[in-house]
């Protein structure tokens, strides 16, 4: 049974559903616009922790442990995990669930990683490899400005176009059990490179992966903007999001009118501080699972094409002068009616 569909896209044949959603952020988030959304916030950055690292572990196993229990299901039932994180070899992800007994892959594709998790569990689930898998990822303030910036007490001045990384895990139970949201297709992302170096401005360095995966959804799907109740990036931004905007113009799509990103609606640009918007995989995943997906379940959103972004830069590669270059994962997914 094909299930590929144009360039690099895929329309599932088998109906897979999203059984639950959990989102447990830090307590700048809560204060942001979507704070009472949320499942949980927690106070202490640290989690009762030693270190930031061991933080967003927790925060991730948190965040598995609950999407589970909102799914009405046990550990056991769960057959394998898909989960990321930014930091080297994936520790957040690996330490965190390593107490759920559940078979994992590891994922890394920056903050594209929840759109990355979402495709390959519906793809394992399609293709009858599982009925149900866990998509997972996190992030953390603390330990993504010291992996990839600057110690929190270096005190250091952040430039207007930097954004700010989300505290925060986002989990999502996939399965075969009808549900009131469905994933329909995938749209697999491709690294895209323009040979921008500024790792401050990430929204920028992504932009262009997110017009190509977008443009290719809409071409392979043989759909409009106007088919999507929403277009939502992942982690823009301000400043990236003006740049899609224009990305996709140049090619004759005009998505202004649908376009909404995570990074963007997470915090209050006035007030908190966040200067172009929010980033890090627990973006993407913690305003999924707290504010898109109960728009489909309630049925005010019918689809929407949900497109978390990524910057594929690491340590080595930004200290050896490397470029930035961005990959965005589509996902396509849509209410269902009881």
């Not at 303030?141 to 430039?159: C, I, M, V």
């Not at 996709?248 to 202004?256: A, R, V």
């Not at 990103?261 to 997470?266: F, H, K, P």
């Amino acid at each position: 049974m094909k299930q590929t569909i144009g360039k690099q896209s895929i329309e599932l044949k088998k109906e897979v559903y999203v059984q639950s959603g959990a989102s447990i952020v830090g307590s700048k988030e809560k204060e942001g616009p979507l704070g009472l959304c949320f499942d949980c916030a927690k106070e202490d950055p640290m989690l009762g922790m030693n270190s930031w690292e061991e933080a967003e572990s927790t925060l991730q196993k948190e965040a598995a442990e609950l999407a589970v229990q909102k799914a009405g299901m046990q550990n056991s039932q769960i057959r394998m995990i898909f989960a990321g994180d930014l930091l080297a070899q994936s520790i957040a992800s690996s330490f965190g669930n390593v107490t759920l007994g559940i078979p994992l892959y590891g994922l890394y594709g920056a903050c594209s990683t929840m759109g990355e998790a979402l495709s390959l569990g519906s793809m394992a689930i399609a293709g009858e490899y599982a009925d149900y898998v866990l998509a997972l990822t996190s992030s953390h303030f603390g330990s993504a400005e010291k992996e990839f910036r600057f110690p929190l007490e270096y005190g250091n001045q952040r430039p207007l176009s930097a954004a700010w990384t989300v505290t925060g895990s986002g989990a999502c139970v996939l399965g075969t059990k009808k549900s009131r949201v469905k994933i329909t297709g995938i749209t697999t992302g491709k690294i895209v490179d323009y040979g921008l170096k500024d790792s401050q401005n990430m929204g920028a360095c992504m932009a262009p992966a997110a017009c190509d995966t977008i443009f290719c959804n809409l071409k392979d799907f043989i759909r409009t903007p106007e088919d999507y109740d929403h277009i939502i990036t992942g982690d823009l931004g301000y400043v990236g999001q003006r740049i899609l905007l224009d990305l996709l113009k140049e090619k004759g799509c005009d998505i202004h009118r649908q376009h909404l990103d995570c990074g963007m609606l997470i915090y209050d640009q006035e007030n908190q501080d966040t200067h172009a918007g929010g980033s890090g995989c627990g973006c993407a995943a913690t305003v999924f699972a707290s504010y898109i997906l109960p728009r489909l379940e309630s049925g005010e959103w019918k689809r929407i094409l949900f497109v978390p972004t990524g910057a594929l830069l690491s340590k080595v590669s930004f200290y050896e002068g490397q470029s930035v270059p961005g990959i965005a994962h589509g996902v396509v997914l849509e209410h269902v009616e009881a």
